[in-house]
């Protein structure tokens, strides 16, 4: 095993309690299997504090970006924008993130998250940032924001990208990478049925962790070592070495995040 691939995970939540027990320990197993980079979305203000201190811990590895999970739109969720510009104001991150419209648990908020998310485009221009797409039930009215604020400064990744070709290209068209995850080995997944008609400079790596665990721990706690499976299926996809996949994919995540 290389464990110097050079390997990066451009979305994990290395924060989330279900980490709580073995937080160090994963990491460690991840820099082993060659990850090197780790990017934490940030998902509310709750987490914020968590996320200075992986930083502080591992800063060598550990990279962050700030903004409001769609999920997290609430009633209160001006005074959540607030904090984000706050921190922004206070610091440098790497992006604004992860950021979008999700319709699969709530559609109660649809407006304020709509206006969430245009607003924190807007504080990724300011900052000269890359955002982090995430998009569940809501390709439409992610694409109806996005088209909205099409321009040369707008950049990113769609965070686990799960749409068919057409999606792709447009999200591409957009200015944004796609990050690729456990979906790509599922059975059902689809997206490897048309990944490799997609350019491989247009693709980043992902876990999602502790969510979206890829083949064989489908349905298990995920973490940022199997982003070397993930590598490992794309590798296969696109009939290519592994190494080339770890190379190319960490150069694409350097155009977005600058590091």
């Known amino acids: 095993m290389d464990f110097k691939l050079g390997l990066t995970d451009t979305h994990t939540h290395l924060y989330s309690e279900e980490f709580d027990a073995d937080r ?3 990491i460690e197993r991840a820099i082993q299997k060659g990850v090197s980079r780790f990017f ?3 998902i509310d203000s709750s987490y914020t504090q968590k996320m200075y201190d992986l930083e502080n811990q591992f800063p060598e590895n550990v990279f962050l970006m700030m903004g409001l999970h769609p999920t997290y739109v609430k009633e209160n969720y001006l005074e959540e924008l607030a904090h984000v510009e706050r921190e ?3 610091r440098k991150f790497q992006a604004i993130g992860e950021i979008g419209i ?3 648990w709530d559609k109660t908020f649809l407006k304020q998250q709509q206006h969430a998310f245009q607003h924190q485009i807007q504080l990724a221009k300011k900052y000269n940032l890359g955002i982090n797409i995430h ?3 809501a ?3 992610v694409f109806e924001v996005l088209e909205s ?4 400064d707008l950049f990113g990744i769609f965070h686990c990208f799960t749409g068919d070709l057409d999606q792709a290209q447009r999200a591409i068209s957009l200015g944004m990478k796609l990050g690729i995850g456990g979906v790509s080995t599922f059975k059902n997944g689809k997206i490897d049925q048309f990944l490799n008609e997609i350019d491989l400079q247009n ?3 992902e876990t999602d962790s502790p969510y979206l665990a890829p083949v064989p721990y489908r349905g298990k706690r995920n973490e940022s070592s199997y982003t070397f499976l993930v590598a490992e299926k794309l590798a296969t996809i696109y009939n290519v070495a592994i190494e080339e996949i770890a190379s190319v994919t960490t150069e694409n995540s350097k155009k977005i995040f600058g590091i």
């Not at 604020?149 to 040369?152: L, T």
Request: glycine share 0%.
């Open 24 to 26: 160090n320990e994963m």
């Open 88 to 90: 922004l104001e206070k």
């Open 135 to 137: 998009c569940r039930d």
């Open 102 to 104: 999700d319709l699969y």
């Open 139 to 141: 390709f439409d009215e």
């Open 203 to 205: 693709i980043v790596l």
């Open 40 to 42: 934490v979305p940030s």
């Open 149 to 152: 604020e099409k321009a040369e």
